[in-house]
């Protein structure tokens, strides 16, 4: 209002200053602006020294004002790196974590692979020489073939034709060691590996072998491939561009303020609220296979600390095998008379002559039965119990990590309480309401435009990533290879080593084979040759070197 004097016109000048002062007496010099503005790395020359007219700025209210169309295009890239700085943070440290689990499972797999093979292999020669050296290759291809289906799976080796070769190998092996009065030919043997099945040389050792093994590893490689994802798909979507409309959003929110001269300005809460829940909708709507995704996981972590146990697979692997030899060795008698049967009888061995006695090898070696109270913490300097423990809290800290971006970003420091903050247009309360998570929540957003009908192209590549993986994990939950069809062993039972989801899977003691806690003496099995009658007319100092070359394969001796 105002009020015309004319006896003093220095009057009407004074009452128009008091009541429209107030307002422009902050615009009267932009000197807080300046400071504010060098601040942030721009020019202070870029601010007018008093507020100026603001109807050509295209993001900030267009009355009296400190800033310039130059300084808002400034000010956006400014508010576009600021936007992005703490999602950028919380990003990387969620890339950090699981990338660092990542690399502590993968390292504590192999190191047991590796120590297992280490320590077989160093046993073997410290007690037998050149008599084990001779058949080292054997056991050290088994252990090459379980590295490359740990890190390569099925596309690399079909892990129950491995299995099945090995056994085969090993029976070829120690049936020309039990038959050493004979000859036979390539032919004869191929016989001898084609009836390993039927003959079960081994016990049921090998089929009890390749379930747990086909578990061990199938949980193994897929957990680690899951926690190799997850800091990949963070990388991809970091990648993802603000759109313009978010800058301007951004822009308005956190710089003007400026304009009105007030820079220690924060943004109200909700207001916060909206602008990222409208920036970040794209990445909201990767929470829902994300947060399914770590279920998963977290249900496979169970399995690693239960019944599919990498490292209760490995670490007496070598006792197992010895288990197998000492089936074979007790019923060689039989298994030659049914080979000898069905592949015919074998030429006698003109080279054979003599064999030296147990008594000249000097071999008094025993079996040391394998206690799961006392398994060694080995590998990476750790245990699967702790790396579970551990990971399985920071899956469970992940959890809806996309749709609490906003959340986390709008909170302390970064925004006002109550009135006293910016609204987008004054000092004063926000009243608008606040959207929902994700997307097709937008459509009615006040402070961002967001077109709901153009889902972002990476984001969606990434939410197909992650119900791949999880459609892998629930596969290994099972125990079924991912990486082939599953459809050479039928339905997938016990004998297939997959396809177990019921509760007893989880305390099936049969698929291990340690031995059980004992409270009076452990049971020690001497490693004895018995010469039979039917063998006795054969020589019994051949059988002798068949006991000693048999028993070359026992680990843990002493």
Not at 149 to 161: E, H, Q
Not at 198 to 208: A, E, H, N
Not at 224 to 249: E, H, K
Not at 437 to 465: C, F, H, M, W, Y
Request: a neutral charge; proline letters at 5%; glycine letters at 6%.
């Amino acid at each position: 209002f105002f009020f015309f004097l004319p006896p003093s016109k220095s009057f009407c000048t004074l009452v128009v200053f008091s009541v429209s002062g107030t307002a422009e007496q902050k615009l009267k010099n932009c000197n807080e602006v300046r400071v504010a503005y060098s601040s942030k790395g721009f020019n202070m020359n870029d601010v007018p020294n008093k507020g100026v007219n603001g109807a050509p700025l295209k993001v900030c209210p267009q009355g009296f004002s400190c800033c310039t169309v130059e300084m808002e295009e400034k000010l956006s890239q400014q508010s576009h790196t600021e936007i992005k700085a703490p999602v950028s943070k919380l990003s990387t440290n969620l890339q950090s974590t699981f990338k660092q689990r990542h690399d502590h499972f993968d390292k504590f797999f192999r190191e047991l692979l590796k120590n297992a093979e280490v320590s077989l292999n160093n046993m073997f020669v410290r007690t037998y020489g050149m008599m084990y050296v001779q058949n080292a290759e054997l056991f050290k291809n088994f252990f090459e073939a379980l590295t490359r289906y740990y890190v390569s799976g099925s596309a690399a080796v079909n892990l129950d034709s491995m299995l099945s070769d090995f056994w085969a190998d090993l029976l070829e092996r120690m049936f020309r060691l039990v038959n050493v009065q004979y000859e036979f030919s390539d032919a004869y043997m191929e016989c001898v590996s084609r009836h390993t099945d039927q003959l079960q040389p081994f016990g049921d050792v090998p089929r009890k072998l390749r379930i747990q093994l086909t578990r061990a590893f199938v949980a193994a490689r897929t957990f680690v491939r899951g926690l190799a994802l997850m800091p990949d798909v963070v990388n991809r979507v970091s990648t993802v561009s603000a759109s313009p409309s978010c800058v301007r959003a951004a822009m308005k929110m956190l710089y003007c303020p400026y304009c009105s001269g007030q820079v220690a300005l924060k943004p109200c809460q909700n207001y916060c609220l909206n602008v990222l829940r409208g920036c970040l909708a794209n990445q909201a709507d990767l929470d829902t296979e994300w947060n399914n995704f770590l279920d998963a996981m977290l249900s496979l972590a169970e399995r690693l600390e239960g019944p599919f146990n990498f490292e209760s697979v490995m670490d007496p692997i070598d006792v197992k095998i010895s288990e197998a030899i000492m089936n074979m060795q007790e019923n060689s008698m039989q298994v030659s008379q049914k080979v000898f049967q069905g592949c015919g009888q074998p030429k006698p061995s003109m080279a054979f002559r003599s064999a030296r006695s147990l008594k000249e090898t000097g071999f008094t070696g025993r079996f040391r039965p394998y206690s799961p109270d006392a398994r060694p913490t080995t590998a990476a300097g750790t245990s699967l119990d702790r790396l579970t423990n551990d990971v399985k809290k920071k899956l469970k800290h992940a959890k809806k990590f996309w749709s609490t971006l906003p959340e986390t970003v709008c909170a302390g420091e970064r925004i006002a309480p109550g009135d006293e903050c910016w609204n987008g247009t004054a000092k004063s309360r926000y009243e608008s309401v606040v959207m929902g998570n994700g997307l097709a929540n937008q459509v009615s957003n006040p402070d961002v435009e967001v077109d709901i009908t153009k889902p972002d192209i990476v984001i969606r590549s990434q939410i197909a990533a992650l119900k791949e993986m999880t459609s892998w994990l629930k596969a290994a939950h099972s125990g079924n290879d991912i990486s082939i069809d599953n459809d050479e062993d039928g339905s997938g039972g016990e004998e297939s080593g997959s396809g177990c989801d019921s509760p007893s899977c989880d305390t099936d003691r049969d698929i291990y084979f340690s031995t059980p806690p004992n409270t009076g003496n452990p049971r020690v099995n001497q490693v004895v040759v018995r010469p039979s009658a039917a063998v006795a007319s054969q020589g019994s100092m051949a059988l002798a070197l068949c006991g000693l070359a048999l028993a070359l394969l026992a680990p843990h001796l002493r």
